[in-house]
């Protein structure tokens, strides 16, 4: 039977060594790398042979939600199971969407964990229950905006009225006009049924317009 290389990433090193003694009773499992930042998990796949990797979401440099994403784009034969505390409804659904294969909060047991792993290896995916529950949360959260569209230029507009620029420091940076900058958060205000930018980022982060 070939063996399965892994890489485990998270930033703190003893719950990195932790999961590591997990593995040791898979017979399945070949070599174990592991990872600080997911920068770091980069540069392993340039150098070992790997079909999965277990990631938190919070590190430094490259969460695991870039990871994922960078991951799925270019070296999309391997699988990717999130392990992290983050198990609110908008991660998980964020997650789910960015195509992990499977998602299990840390507070799992090591045989759910093993489980996952032996799921997601067998080409199927694995979402603990608790995940299932936090994904159609987010669903039905969604639901709850109309159906409304911003185009590309209101989506970087508004994500940078979000960091609290100004017209004048948006416009700068998009190389547009401030009345052009003004046009877009009045049609982003008007679109949103909100008063004010803050509410309008706060549609937009919970509608999950930033998610497309």
Not at 99 to 112: L, M, Q, R, Y
Not at 125 to 130: A, L, M, P, T
Not at 159 to 164: F, N
Request: no cysteine.
């Amino acid at each position: 039977m070939k063996k399965v290389n892994i890489i485990i990433a998270d930033d703190h090193l003893m719950f990195l060594e932790g999961i590591n003694t997990i593995f040791k009773d898979m017979p399945e499992i070949g070599e174990v790398h592991l990872a600080t930042e997911g920068k770091q998990v980069l540069r392993l796949l340039n150098q070992f042979e790997v079909h999965l990797i277990i990631s938190d979401i919070s590190m430094p440099k490259m969460d695991g939600i870039e990871l994922l994403t960078e991951i799925k784009k270019k070296h999309s034969a391997i699988k990717i199971i999130i392990l992290s505390m983050l198990d609110n409804h908008r991660t998980v659904h964020k997650v789910i969407q960015k195509g992990a294969d499977g998602f299990v909060p840390k507070f799992t047991s090591k045989e759910e964990l093993q489980k996952a792993v032996r799921t997601v290896l067998n080409d199927e995916q694995y979402f603990s229950d608790i995940i299932k529950q936090r994904y159609m949360e987010s669903v039905f959260e969604r639901k709850k905006y109309k159906n409304i569209e911003l185009s590309p230029r209101e989506k970087e507009v508004l994500a940078l009225l979000g960091e609290e620029l100004t017209s004048k420091e948006i416009s700068e940076k998009l190389f547009i006009s401030v009345n052009t900058v003004e046009t877009h958060r009045k049609n982003i205000l008007l679109k949103t049924d909100s008063k004010t930018t803050t509410g309008a980022v706060k549609y937009a982060i919970e509608s999950g317009l930033f998610d497309t």
